[in-house]
């Protein structure tokens, strides 16, 4: 039985007050609620080792939200693995459709990440999704297949068992347009199924499949019901404990 996994993804939120806010509220709303969920958050880099701290001991997992593939080097402004699993970071989000879009993550770029997280014992959570203009030209699996092709280039089977396939449609993300949950399943049994053609079956049941796009208290219940999605990959309503707390014990 594959764990869900409930991942918030900060992104460009929080200074050190919020982000220390943020994590003593979940760490007690967690205590009081109980759940079977993992939970991960993701604060941008500032925040990382005071989360970290805060989490140590509790059964919150810490995850980056980027990183280079070498593990030191002239690299002005980047940040290494070591680094990462120096301060106690367990997941690293890599190709998130910002990263694609603004700062040109390209696949082979994104695979190289990939590659360098399992070297240093990071599991990637791999983003992958199609904008509006290929879902309504018909092209989303075609373009998410390929996705998966570039970027699980190179691994073991039993590596991508082990790591998380975040499926995040564009046109869902912050726009508070969420994709159903039946066309959010389709797409994540379509994933598990690239992944089993790619790598066997073994590898295709044991990888985790989240959906990411404006997931909320009141959708993720749906959401986190079909089959093949294994957790959410959550933007905005990770930022409040409440709302986190929604989908968590949805
Ligand atoms: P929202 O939940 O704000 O739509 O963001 C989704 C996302 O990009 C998570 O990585």
Not at 9 to 25: D, P, S
Not at 168 to 190: D, F, H, L, R, S
Request: proline fraction near 2%.
């Amino acid at each position: 039985m594959r764990q869900q996994i409930i991942a918030g993804n900060w992104k460009m939120h929080t200074n050190l007050a919020e982000a220390t806010i943020l994590v003593e509220g979940l760490k007690k709303a967690l205590a009081e609620a109980k759940t079977e969920r993992e939970v991960v958050v993701c604060p941008p880099f500032t925040g990382l080792s005071t989360v970290c701290d805060l989490a140590d001991e509790t059964t919150i997992r810490v995850g980056a939200q980027n990183m280079h593939y070498e593990v030191s080097g002239a690299f002005t402004g980047e940040v290494a693995p070591t680094m990462l699993t120096d301060l106690g970071c367990h997941y690293v989000i890599l190709g998130h459709s910002e990263r694609r879009q603004y700062f040109g993550d390209t696949d082979e770029l994104i695979n190289k990440k990939i590659k360098a997280a399992f070297a240093n014992d990071i599991v990637p959570i791999l983003c992958v999704g199609e904008s509006l203009e290929q879902r309504e030209a018909n092209e989303t699996q075609a373009f998410i297949d390929s996705q998966l092709e570039q970027g699980l280039v190179d691994l073991t089977a039993e590596q991508v068992g082990q790591m998380v396939i975040a499926y995040e449609p564009i046109w869902a993300i912050g726009t508070g347009k969420t994709a159903t949950a039946e066309q959010a399943g389709e797409v994540c049994t379509a994933i598990r199924k690239k992944v089993a053609s790619l790598f066997g079956a073994d590898a295709a049941e044991a990888v985790r499949i989240q959906y990411g796009g404006s997931v909320k208290g009141s959708n993720a219940k749906e959401i986190l019901s079909q089959a093949d999605i294994d957790g959410a990959l959550v933007g905005g309503a990770s930022l409040k404990v409440e709302d986190f707390m929604a989908i968590i014990t949805a």
